[in-house]
């Protein structure tokens, strides 16, 4: 007899930064479920920490060749084959030629430290336009997408005249519908298109520079498809992330004034921000192979899910997995991925979270949500849970340096 389907457990609404309390109850379980999921299919749902390591960990046995998100979005349904260039549904050499291409824009020490002076500069002219702004601002629109889509657009020298391009791709493809997918992201990719044209024949040190002049020499449709990819995950990845991170902070300021008084905690409380929070809908695999996962015989070409979340707040791994602990040993979470797949933007956004939140205690010292905890929404549906709108409020916003004496 086949085990009962039931819902997808997705972020708690009751405690905004855990997951649904179906998740505990699913971890305790000697089996695996099955579930249906928001875009009617069926996945066997993976949520202790030890099964998500072992599921993200084996590409032999579980390939991301359907998708990451069929799950939570109708507009990339697994069935559809993967297009060139899109190396997220790719597994073996193939997704590692485009992961070593990408290495030297977005991985190593030395790019970091180039662009860490950009986005400081990105992220306190954001707090300065704040600063101009009515109260209550809005923190996600206002602050976490314009912040976000900057530092990715900067990266790969993609002009600030087309961000809103980005936006709008961005926007269809996380939280809009397929009729709405093509016609939001063609001029995206018309502008795309004319920048890889124009790297051909002016080089340039940005990302797209340097995989356009990578040896590997990738055919348009791939350097198009892939730096698309990265462009629109590396924003919305961050913009959430930005956003859900300080309503967890804000939620309960005894989190957010160590914050103030000490920055050398921040690079910690990133870590617990992307543990505690990071990827509330999971992500997806598929079955390559006969197999099974904690005694549960799984068939081939079955899809599983994995609770990211679920696993991060495992208490077999983590001791009180629902409290921040900026001093916790965070080097075995999961929130970054696991695996051939771990995020290959994981420096950028940690460069990126670690400068927006040292700017905000720093200058903002005085932020606090401008409602009720209960009043915030969360967005669900969609790879990356954030609040929908985070109105928040201040007593003053401090100059991003000290005025000359």
Known sequence: MSSPTVPLPLPNSACPFSPAPEIGDIRDSPSLPRVSCPTGIDAWLVTRYADVREVLGDT?????????????????????PAVPGDFSRMDGADHVRFRRALAPAMVTAKRMAAIRPVVQRIVDEAIDDLATSAQPADLHEQFAKPVSSAVIAELFGVPASARELLLDA??????????????????????????????????????????????????????????????????????SMISHGAFVLLADLARFAPLREDPALIPGAVEEMVRLLGVGPGRMRVAVTDTEIA????????????????ANHDPARFPDPGRLDAHRDHRRHLGWGFGPHRCVGQPLAQLELTVVFEALARRIPSLRLAVPIEDIELETDTPNTSPARLPVAWEEIRPSRPPLS
């Open 60 to 80: 032999a046995r579980f390939s991301v060749r359907a998708g990451m998100a069929g799950h939570i979005l109708a507009n990339t349904p697994p069935g559809v």
């Open 170 to 239: 961005a926007e269809a493809l996380f939280r809009g519908d397929a009729d709405h997918l093509e016609k939001a992201t063609a001029p995206l990719y018309a502008c795309m298109q004319e920048l890889i044209t124009r790297r051909r024949t002016e080089p340039a040190e940005d990302a797209l520079g340097l995989l356009v002049g990578h040896p590997e020499n990738f055919t348009d449709l791939e350097l198009l498809v892939g730096a698309i990819s990265v462009l629109l995950a590396g924003y919305d990845t961050a913009a």
């Open 295 to 310: 005694g549960t015989p799984i068939a081939a070409g079955d899809y599983v899910v994995v609770s990211i979340q679920g």
